[in-house]
């Protein structure tokens, strides 16, 4: 079972920022798109952003445009996420995981449509 590996989360002031990072050694991404989603308690996964697998595409939630910045580096199997002015509603559990179904960035960001997911990074954000 290939399974992402996520990190880089932790406690946050507001205005803060981290940088997740999502890996698994050994795997290949070859021509994957990649999704950030998060949970926060008592809701549901959604979709955060998206990457595409070497066509530069990206995709972003309304509420995170502007703040997130999702990379990737394909040579070193990794995808990042620059989350910069944090907010209190942003705290959640974040996973990365792989499209199965495509290789460029695609809105909307349907989770039956990702695999390999990761166990998840806590970011909370408080004061």
């Known amino acids: 079972q290939v399974q992402f590996v996520e990190s880089g989360g932790g406690l946050v002031q507001p205005g803060g920022s981290l940088r997740l990072s999502c890996a698994v050694p050994g795997f290949s991404l070859d021509y994957y798109a990649i999704g950030w989603f998060r949970q926060a308690p008592g809701k549901t996964r959604e979709g955060v952003s998206c990457?595409?697998?070497?066509?530069?595409?990206?995709y972003y939630e309304d509420s995170v445009k502007g703040r997130f910045t999702i990379s990737r580096d394909n040579a070193k199997n990794t995808v990042y996420l620059q989350m910069n002015n944090l907010i209190p509603e942003d705290t959640a559990v974040y996973y990365c995981?792989?499209?199965?179904?495509?290789?460029?960035?695609?809105?909307?960001?349907?989770?039956?449509?990702?695999?390999?997911w990761g166990q998840g990074t806590q970011v909370t954000v408080s004061s």
């Open positions: 995981a792989a499209n199965l179904m495509r290789s460029t960035a695609s809105q909307p960001m349907v989770v039956h449509e990702y695999d390999y």
């Open positions: 990457i595409g697998y070497s066509d530069g595409s990206t």
